[in-house]
């Protein structure tokens, strides 16, 4: 990618705009308009960059909008104006490959990676809160992604139980595991196309893309709201 454009969609909902890489799931912000979505997308390049450390992934942080290109817009939903990327795009359509899964195996585990360590630097150390002393405190904010991600899978088709009694760890490291089954099962045709009610399951590319925002997401959230030692005083 150091050579090219990363392709980019942009999600326009009412009151919030998703700018999302289609290559690079997970690197995904939003604004309240386009010019803000790409500035904070291209803002954020060089914290998404830190993510792949350590990985065979060459992924390059633009430097400028115009290493954007915009491939497709598509209108946001209810969802997108609360605050996350709700919509699919034409290249879901395409099959999800052997290559997309190895792909993919190695940037979900680059972000578990990137939570396991966000959570062992909050360990001692307070998070924000907001402005009406809301927010989760990590432990509830792992409880939370993790209980998204089991939702996501069970949207994707597949069917799977974490074991009775297991810490936060062992079902991180489950889910880790039963996602790159799910997506597996579901590129090879072998989950249901629709739920037991009718609605429609999500293809490998979205479920995805989802997935891995909701992560990062989150890293980014424990490490911005969390304490500085001068804070704590």
Known sequence: MANKKH????EIGEKKLFAAAVAWPGWCRHGRDEASALQALLAYGPRYARLLEGTALAFAAPEDITDFDIIERVPGTM??????PDQQIARDD????????????LLLDAYWDGLAAA????????LRKGPRGGGREVEGIVDHVIGAQESYLRTLG????????ADQAQKMAHLRTEMIEGLKASAAGELPETGPRGGKRWPPHYFVRRSAW????HIWEIE???EKPDEQR
């Open 224 to 226: 911005d709201r969390l």
């Open 119 to 126: 959570v062992e630097t909050a360990v001692g150390h307070k």
């Open 94 to 105: 395409v099959p999800f490959t052997a290559d997309d899964l190895a792909r993919t195996k």
């Open 214 to 217: 909701h992560i990062i997401d």
């Open 158 to 165: 597949w069917k799977f139980k974490q074991e009775k009694g």
């Open 7 to 10: 392709e980019i969609y942009l």
């Open 79 to 84: 969802t997108t104006d609360f605050g996350a």
